[in-house]
């Protein structure tokens, strides 16, 4: 009974009947639909008040509520402040997992070893979920508030944009003297995104799965329109997604060549090689179908998208070169590893790109197995003088559904 075959008939004659019923007895009705209306005035009224008056900004922040590292920091006043630049690809795996779990040989590490990077080969996130990766690495610390033992969901991601948006690094940056350019999918404190951001968290989604319609589009509909050679994927996911790539990739080229004698952290994300898989390995987009793709299918996929995402970042890191005036630092990472949806490679969710570059060519502080958490410890320590201690380099999985 719980089958589509079942209910999709039903829900049909439910409606009809309804609609013949409420023909015949409208007028019997409307004392009915005026309370019913009047009540749904109501619950309108007390969700905007709640709306007016939420504070669930600060409650959901997953971070230190005290923000002990920021009020307890001191900047330096006789140090070479260098421009900073943080450039995360979404779901970007290491090469030693894209060599040994896709068979390919990653020639960005060729690039950015001849350009005097230091590759950390042993690199892991902290977190396997975006906003809860970004939020640690940008708080220097975990997330003392995170639940790492439920199931998330869709909706269960969002408190990691509050823990992103009062996070303790750049209000440090900016007692340093730091201008802020946020070229990312995230909203920052004072600082928006360049290019406005998409919906990215799918919203609509969530709220959509509260609509019977909307739940049946999105259970079968892709079946529905594939059996029917419909290509419906306009105002796609997909389609937001790529508009939001060209234009940030424009405006962090703008950035990367206005000279400024005041120091700068840029920080950009792109969401690739991340899916929906619409580049090939030259950029150029393919049509995907919408039903989903098979494993092998998929996998072929992801690499294609990992060496175009390569073409995009070494194009900026030749840019940065190209253009840079002023000492310059270039932090290139994944967010987290490639998904597996396998609870036995739960672990290989963690492996990330993860590759520094200081202009002054100082990397002791970098270990082989430097976790994401610790990268502003490491950049704070080695530029401003500051003596934070290293975290012990720990990933929590959280299960996502």
């Not at 975006?130 to 439920?150: A, E, Q, R």
């Not at 329109?225 to 060209?246: A, I, P, V």
């Not at 995009?312 to 000492?327: T, V």
């Not at 270039?330 to 990330?352: P, V």
């Amino acid at each position: 009974m719980s089958k589509y075959l079942f209910l999709l008939p039903l829900i049909l004659l439910n409606i009809a009947l309804a609609f013949v019923i409420l023909r015949k007895l409208n007028n019997s009705f409307r004392r009915l639909f005026s309370y019913i209306n009047v009540t749904l005035l109501l619950f309108i009224i007390v969700d905007l008040l709640g709306i007016l008056f939420n504070t669930s900004l600060h409650k959901n922040d997953l971070g230190d509520h005290r923000k002990t590292i920021l009020s307890q920091y001191k900047p330096c006043h006789d140090c070479i402040k260098p421009d900073i630049y943080y450039i995360i690809l979404d779901e970007y795996t290491s090469s030693d997992v894209l060599r040994k779990e896709f068979n390919y040989i990653n020639g960005i590490d060729s690039f950015l070893s001849e350009r005097n990077f230091r590759i950390i080969p042993h690199s892991k996130s902290n977190y396997n979920l975006t906003p809860f990766s970004i939020g640690s690495c940008f708080n220097l610390n975990y997330l003392p508030s995170l639940d790492v033992h439920k199931d998330y969901y869709l909706k269960d991601y969002l408190p990691g944009l509050p823990t992103v948006y009062k996070s303790e690094l750049v209000p440090i940056l900016e007692k340093e003297g730091y201008s802020i350019f946020n070229h990312s999918i995230f909203n920052i404190e004072n600082h928006k995104p360049e290019t406005p951001t998409f919906d990215l968290w799918e919203l609509h989604t969530l709220y959509g799965r509260h609509n019977i319609f909307k739940k049946i589009d999105y259970d079968v509909g892709w079946f529905i329109r594939s059996r029917l050679s419909l290509n419906l994927l306009s105002n796609t996911y997909r389609d937001s997604r790529d508009e939001h790539l060209k234009s940030s990739i424009e405006k962090v080229m703008n950035t990367i060549r206005t000279h400024s004698s005041t120091p700068r952290f840029v920080y950009t994300h792109f969401m690739l090689p991340h899916g929906p898989y619409s580049y090939d390995s030259t950029g150029h987009q393919v049509i995907n179908s919408e039903h989903p793709l098979s494993e092998g299918e998929e996998r072929t996929a992801y690499v294609n998208q990992v060496r175009y995402t390569n073409s995009i970042a070494e194009r900026l890191i030749r840019e940065i070169f190209l253009n840079e005036e002023r000492p310059f630092v270039i932090i290139l990472q994944g967010d987290h590893g490639y998904k597996y949806h396998k609870s036995a490679k739960k672990q290989l969710e963690f492996a990330n790109l993860n590759a520094v570059y200081f202009y002054n060519q100082d990397y002791h502080l970098i270990s082989d197995s430097t976790s994401n958490a610790n990268t502003f410890r490491i950049v704070l320590n080695s530029f401003f003088k500051t003596d934070f201690k290293m975290l012990k380099d720990t990933s929590y999985f959280l299960n996502y559904k």
